[in-house]
């Protein structure tokens, strides 16, 4: 059974970067052919994809969010993370980390994380 678990600081200031932790058990992030996504939500909003990196590395983001994103890896420690910068108040939201099959599809889901940006 894969578990994911986001960490990270809940709180965050405006203009700082955000960034935020999943460390996965039960199954490698470098195992064929797996995305490794960040999704949020925020207040009474629909869920957003933010981006992803795959098993082998490689990494897609949103539109809307690329150029403040980026997303890393760790093998050794078996975990993935978000990197937002220049936050606003509008990046407060729940972020959950979700393993996917396909590029659009989710089959794990951490149990996410409240961020608010807020001075």
């Known amino acids: 059974q894969v578990q994911l678990q986001e960490s990270g600081p809940g709180l965050v200031k405006p203009s700082q970067t955000l960034s935020l932790t999943c460390t996965v058990s039960g199954g490698s992030i470098t195992t064929s052919y797996y995305y490794w996504h960040w999704i949020r939500q925020p207040p009474g909003k629909g869920l957003e994809w933010i981006g992803y990196i795959t098993y082998d590395g490689s990494t897609l983001y949103s539109p809307s969010l690329k150029s403040r994103t980026s997303i890393s890896r760790d093998t050794s420690n078996n975990q993935f993370s978000l990197h937002l910068s220049s936050v606003t108040p509008e990046d407060t939201a729940v972020y959950y980390c979700?393993?996917?099959?396909?590029?659009?599809?989710?089959?794990?889901w951490g149990q996410g994380t409240q961020v608010t940006v807020s001075s």
């Open positions: 979700a393993r996917g099959s396909t590029q659009d599809q989710y089959d794990y």
